[in-house]
């Protein structure tokens, strides 16, 4: 009986070994990334349902203005995708992802593209496509660095799998930069054409998207000959879209 009690008396006084720091900090960033899956996948299943009213761009470029001492100007008006014409969808379509309805959010064949045109020195457009560009709007930031890189192609699967396509085209066009304060496709008719998003002309659609690489220097009215070009390619390439079907 006596050694009984002594061997629960020796348990009870041996000490755990302490954690360790690496083990602390193993657990921490466990936590951290369950919490970033949860938080990032409940706001994708949200904005599936609910108007993006703003995005992290928008308020950048607030506080760039602020901070300038320029004028805070935000026009931004959300409309559902049946309200916005057929033509500016063509158009995005052929300036920005001509295999947007193809793909499953990523054109690798743009991107080898644009990745050996830069190799040689030449200014073209990035290999991201409207889903990429959808996915950066709306829940990151602008820049280049591979960490947001590797944000931008986490979201983009996420949105491709859930919004599913006509989804990503209809907060693309209500959340992306078209002008200088403008956001979406009905601030953006209303700004440069006075009229609705529904009754844009092929033409104005072309006009729209031909700004959306530089749409702070670009104008989609009363534009540069470079412009210009670039809506007659636009046109001429919307013919060859086709009907659109999500």
Known sequence: ?????????????????????????????????LWFFGVSLFLVVFFKFVPVVFTPLMVIRMIENKTADKEVFFNHDWEPLDKISMNLQKAVIASEDGNFLKHNGFDFTAMQKAYKSNERGRRIKGGSTISQQTAKNVFLWQGRSYFRKGLEAYFTVLIEIIWGKERIMEVYLNSIEMGDGIYGAQ??????????????TPIQAAGIAAILPNPRKFKATSSSSYINNRKAKIVRVMRQVGKVTY
């Open 187 to 200: 601030a953006a008719t209303q700004h440069w054409y006075r009229k609705d998003a529904a009754s844009l």
């Open 1 to 33: 009986m006596a050694t009984k009690i002594t061997q629960k008396r020796n348990k009870s006084t041996v000490k755990k070994e302490p954690t360790t720091f690496l083990s602390k900090l193993s657990r921490f960033l466990f936590k951290v990334l």
